[in-house]
C-alpha cells in the first residue's frame, strides 16, 4: 500500500514514511493511493475476534512495512491501557445503540488512535534515529490524549496549542497538569480554528519543519484516521451478530476526522452494511450546510456546551472533496486555495452523490442540554454533550427499520457544566479525573501568531 496526497504533489509513499510526514509537503492530506474492500467471506471470518485481533486485520490492509509481530505488539501495548476489555463496547438504549469510545487514559475517543500514535513514532524513530517534535492544535481532546501518548518518550517532545478559555475546565487541566519535561502546553489567545491554521502555517514552512523534524498527532495524520476505521467494523460486526446485515451511525462532528473515518470504513465494507453517516454538528455547522445542501462557508466561531466541535474549517474535509473530484489532485488544490481566499465553496452540484453517504442535522444548545436530560431520565443513562449531539440527530433522522449506533465520543465528567444543567446534578468523577484540580500545572499564553508559536517550538524544541 502506497499514500498519496489530495493535491497530488508528491511521490507515493509507505506508511511509516506517511505516518512520519503527517501533512503532506503540498499542504495536502495523505490517503491511500487506492481504499480496500473486503467481502462477506472475511467478515464471517472477523465476526467473533476481539478487538485487538480485528484491528490487526484491518490495519493489515493498509500497511505493509511493518512485520505482523511487530504490528501485534503495538496494537496490544495501544489497548492494554483501555479499561474495558472490549476496548469500544456497544450497548442498547432505547431506540439506539451506542458505541462507547470514552474508555482510554483520557476519556475520549481519541484515545483510540493516539495511544497506537505514539507507539507508532517511537517504534520508527527506534529504526530512523533521530528525534521529532510533535506539533498540534486541540479543541480539547486530541490535546490531552496526544500527550497521555507520548509523555515520557525518548526523543519527542510534544507541543500542544489549545484556545485561551474555550475547553471545558477538566480538558484543561487534563493537558496542563502533565509536568514531564517534553509536554509543553500553549494556550493560544484565538480559536480552535486559529491554533489549527497555525499549526498547518508551521508545517508547511519546509525548512522550519524539516529543521524540528515535526510530526502531527491531529487527524491530518492518516494513522488517526485508519486506527478510528476498526471501531465502525467492531461496532457492524456486533450488529451482524444480532441480524442486522446494515447499519447507520451517527457522529457527533468538528473537524471530520472521525466521520471520515466512518467513510472509510463504509467503503471497506460490501455495499450497504453501513447504510448512513449522520453527521451531526453543534451550531457550528458548516459541514451540516455541506450535506444538505452543498453550501461549504465558513461563519464565526461559536462557543457552545460541547466545545470539542466548536470548529468551522474542517481539516478532513479535504480527503473526502478529493473522493468528490474523482481523485483529482489539481481540483481539491485549487478548491482548498479558493476557500483560503474567500472562506466559501460552492458544493451544490454534488449534493445527490453526497446525500448516499451522508445525512446531516445541526443540534442547538437547548436541545444538546434537553437530550442529556431526557436520555438520562429514561434510560439512566449520562451522554457527554458531544454525544448528546449525535444522539440527538440520530433520533430525529433514524429509519426505525434500520439500527442507528450512536458514538459516544467522551465520558459525561470531562463536561460537569453542561451536565450539571441538563440533569441538576454533577456527573460523578472519575478516577482518572478526580484530584486534577489540586495538581500543578503548566502552560504558556501566547499570542495566535505563527511567528510567537515559532519562536516558542525554537526555543524549546529537540534539535
Ligand atoms: C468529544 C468529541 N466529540 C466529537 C468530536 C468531533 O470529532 P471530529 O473532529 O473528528 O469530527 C471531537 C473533536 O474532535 C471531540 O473531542
Ligand atoms: N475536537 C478535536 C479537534 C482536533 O481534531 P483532530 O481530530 O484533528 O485532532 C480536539 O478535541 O482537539
Not at 489530495?6 to 507515493?12: D, H, K, L, N, S
Not at 458505541?99 to 530512523?128: I, M, S, W
Request: net charge negative; glycine share 8%.
Amino acid at each position: 500500500m502506497r499514500y498519496i496526497s489530495t493535491r497530488g504533489g508528491i511521490e507515493p509513499l509507505q506508511f511509516q514514511d506517511a505516518v512520519m510526514m503527517g501533512l503532506a509537503r503540498d499542504g495536502g492530506l495523505l490517503l491511500p493511493q487506492t481504499l480496500p474492500t473486503v467481502d462477506t467471506e472475511v467478515l464471517d471470518r472477523w465476526q467473533h475476534l476481539p478487538y485487538q485481533y480485528l484491528a490487526r486485520e484491518i490495519l493489515s490492509l493498509f500497511i505493509d512495512d511493518i512485520p505482523q509481530a511487530d504490528l501485534e505488539d503495538l496494537i496490544e501495548r495501544a489497548y492494554a491501557s483501555f479499561a474495558h476489555p472490549q476496548v469500544t463496547p456497544v450497548t442498547k438504549r432505547g431506540d439506539v445503540y451506542i458505541l462507547e469510545l470514552f474508555h482510554g487514559p483520557t476519556l475520549a475517543f481519541k484515545d483510540v488512535a493516539l495511544q497506537l500514535l505514539g507507539n507508532l513514532f517511537e517504534y520508527v524513530l527506534a529504526r530512523t534515529g533521530g528525534f521529532m517534535n510533535i506539533l498540534g492544535a486541540t479543541s480539547g481532546d486530541t490535546g490531552s490524549a496526544a500527550i497521555a501518548g507520548v509523555r515520557g518518550k525518548n526523543k519527542i517532545n510534544i507541543f500542544i496549542l489549545h484556545p485561551h478559555g474555550r475547553t471545558s475546565p477538566i480538558q484543561a487541566l487534563q493537558m496542563t497538569t502533565v509536568l514531564d519535561p517534553n509536554v509543553f502546553n500553549i494556550a493560544v489567545r484565538g480559536t480552535f480554528d486559529d491554533a489549527q491554521s497555525i499549526v498547518k502555517a508551521i508545517f508547511n514552512d519546509l525548512d522550519f519543519r524539516d529543521r524540528y523534524r515535526l510530526g502531527a498527532v491531529n487527524s491530518i495524520n492518516w494513522a488517526r484516521v485508519l486506527a478510528q476505521v476498526v471501531y465502525y467494523v467492531y461496532a457492524y460486526l456486533k450488529l451482524r451478530k444480532l441480524g442486522s446485515g446494515s447499519v447507520d451511525f451517527s457522529v457527533p462532528t468538528g473537524n471530520f476526522g472521525d466521520i471520515f473515518a466512518g467513510y472509510v470504513a463504509k467503503t471497506l465494507l460490501p455495499a450497504g452494511c453501513i447504510h448512513t453517516l449522520i453527521l451531526a454538528t453543534n451550531a457550528n455547522d458548516i459541514l451540516a450546510r455541506f450535506v444538505s445542501q452543498g453550501d461549504y462557508s465558513r461563519g464565526q466561531v461559536q462557543a457552545t456546551s460541547s466545545p470539542s466541535m466548536d470548529i468551522q474549517i474542517a481539516s478532513n474535509f479535504e480527503r473526502y472533496l478529493y473522493y468528490l473530484r474523482g481523485e483529482d489532485g489539481a481540483a481539491v488544490k485549487a478548491d482548498m486555495e479558493g476557500f483560503a481566499a474567500t472562506g466559501k465553496l460552492d458544493l451544490s452540484a454534488f449534493t445527490a452523490r453526497v446525500a448516499q453517504d451522508f445525512r446531516s442535522r445541526a443540534v442547538s444548545e437547548e436541545e444538546t442540554i434537553a437530550t442529556i436530560g431526557a436520555f438520562h431520565r429514561e434510560h439512566g443513562y449520562l451522554l457527554d454533550p458531544h454525544t448528546a449531539v449525535g444522539v440527538k440527530a440520530a433520533l430525529d433522522l433514524r429509519e426505525p427499520s434500520r439500527p442507528v449506533v450512536c458514538l459516544a465520543t467522551a465520558h459525561p465528567a470531562k463536561f460537569g457544566e453542561a451536565v450539571t444543567r441538563a440533569i441538576g446534578s454533577e456527573p460523578p468523577l472519575p478516577l482518572a479525573l478526580a484530584d486534577l484540580a489540586n495538581r500543578e500545572s503548566r502552560c504558556v499564553v501566547l499570542d495566535a501568531e505563527v511567528e510567537t508559536v515559532k519562536e516558542f517550538v525554537a526555543r524549546n524544541g529537540l534539535q
